[in-house]
Protein backbone atom coordinates (compact mmCIF):
# COMPACT_ATOMS: atom_id res chain seq x y z
CA UNK A 1 0.00 0.00 0.00
CA UNK A 2 1.27 3.10 -1.18
CA UNK A 3 1.91 6.10 1.56
CA UNK A 4 -0.67 8.95 1.13
CA UNK A 5 -0.61 12.17 2.10
CA UNK A 6 -3.86 13.34 3.32
CA UNK A 7 -4.68 17.06 3.62
CA UNK A 8 -3.84 18.77 6.59
CA UNK A 9 -7.31 19.94 7.61
CA UNK A 10 -8.55 15.79 7.49
CA UNK A 11 -4.95 15.24 9.83
CA UNK A 12 -5.61 18.05 12.14
CA UNK A 13 -9.53 16.69 12.52
CA UNK A 14 -8.61 12.89 13.02
CA UNK A 15 -5.89 14.31 15.60
CA UNK A 16 -8.58 16.28 17.26
CA UNK A 17 -11.08 13.09 17.19
CA UNK A 18 -8.54 11.00 18.77
CA UNK A 19 -7.61 13.51 21.57
CA UNK A 20 -11.33 14.12 21.98
CA UNK A 21 -11.35 10.25 22.86
CA UNK A 22 -8.73 10.08 25.35
CA UNK A 23 -9.80 12.74 27.23
CA UNK A 24 -12.68 15.52 26.22
CA UNK A 25 -11.89 18.00 29.14
CA UNK A 26 -10.80 21.28 27.58
CA UNK A 27 -7.39 21.94 28.47
CA UNK A 28 -7.73 25.59 29.90
CA UNK A 29 -11.96 25.67 31.50
CA UNK A 30 -10.87 21.93 32.48
CA UNK A 31 -15.23 21.43 30.94
CA UNK A 32 -16.22 18.42 29.21
CA UNK A 33 -15.95 19.36 25.41
CA UNK A 34 -18.60 18.22 22.66
CA UNK A 35 -16.98 17.51 19.51
CA UNK A 36 -18.50 20.12 17.49
CA UNK A 37 -17.01 22.30 20.11
CA UNK A 38 -13.77 21.18 19.91
CA UNK A 39 -10.88 22.68 18.88
CA UNK A 40 -6.86 21.87 18.07
CA UNK A 41 -5.01 24.96 20.21
CA UNK A 42 -1.32 25.72 19.51
CA UNK A 43 -0.11 26.10 23.04
CA UNK A 44 2.75 28.43 21.78
CA UNK A 45 1.21 30.03 19.22
CA UNK A 46 2.11 29.59 15.74
CA UNK A 47 2.47 33.45 15.17
CA UNK A 48 5.02 33.12 17.89
CA UNK A 49 6.85 30.47 16.49
CA UNK A 50 5.06 27.55 17.48
CA UNK A 51 4.92 24.71 15.63
CA UNK A 52 2.15 22.32 14.60
CA UNK A 53 4.09 19.23 16.25
CA UNK A 54 1.53 17.18 18.10
CA UNK A 55 3.54 17.95 21.16
CA UNK A 56 2.00 21.77 20.87
CA UNK A 57 -1.31 20.97 20.02
CA UNK A 58 -3.85 20.56 22.44
CA UNK A 59 -7.54 20.33 22.85
CA UNK A 60 -9.46 23.24 23.98
CA UNK A 61 -13.24 24.28 23.09
CA UNK A 62 -13.81 26.92 20.84
CA UNK A 63 -14.37 29.86 23.53
CA UNK A 64 -11.02 29.17 25.46
CA UNK A 65 -9.13 28.83 21.93
CA UNK A 66 -10.74 32.59 21.09
CA UNK A 67 -10.28 33.64 24.52
CA UNK A 68 -6.44 32.47 24.11
CA UNK A 69 -5.60 34.15 21.06
CA UNK A 70 -1.66 34.07 20.08
CA UNK A 71 -1.47 34.63 23.92
CA UNK A 72 1.82 32.17 25.42
CA UNK A 73 0.91 30.38 28.58
CA UNK A 74 2.95 32.87 30.56
CA UNK A 75 0.50 35.57 28.93
CA UNK A 76 -2.75 34.02 29.22
CA UNK A 77 -1.88 33.05 33.01
CA UNK A 78 -0.98 36.81 33.99
CA UNK A 79 -3.63 37.84 32.10
CA UNK A 80 -6.65 35.66 33.59
CA UNK A 81 -5.16 36.99 37.28
CA UNK A 82 -5.07 40.57 35.82
CA UNK A 83 -8.82 39.81 35.30
CA UNK A 84 -9.45 37.95 38.25
CA UNK A 85 -8.25 40.52 40.60
CA UNK A 86 -10.05 42.97 38.54
CA UNK A 87 -13.20 41.18 39.42
CA UNK A 88 -12.14 40.87 43.01
CA UNK A 89 -11.56 44.54 43.21
CA UNK A 90 -14.96 45.79 41.01
CA UNK A 91 -16.98 43.52 43.57
CA UNK A 92 -15.31 45.28 46.57
CA UNK A 93 -15.40 49.01 44.94
CA UNK A 94 -11.76 49.54 44.89
CA UNK A 95 -9.61 50.51 42.45
CA UNK A 96 -7.17 48.14 40.40
ZN1 LIG B 1 -12.43 25.70 27.54
Do not use: Q
Not at 64 to 92: H, Q, Y
Amino acid sequence: MSAVSLPPTVRRRMLRVRMLRRSNLCRYCRRPVAKRNSTLDHIIPRARGGTSARSNLTLACKTCNAFKGDRSPAELTAWMIRVFVASIVARIGGRP
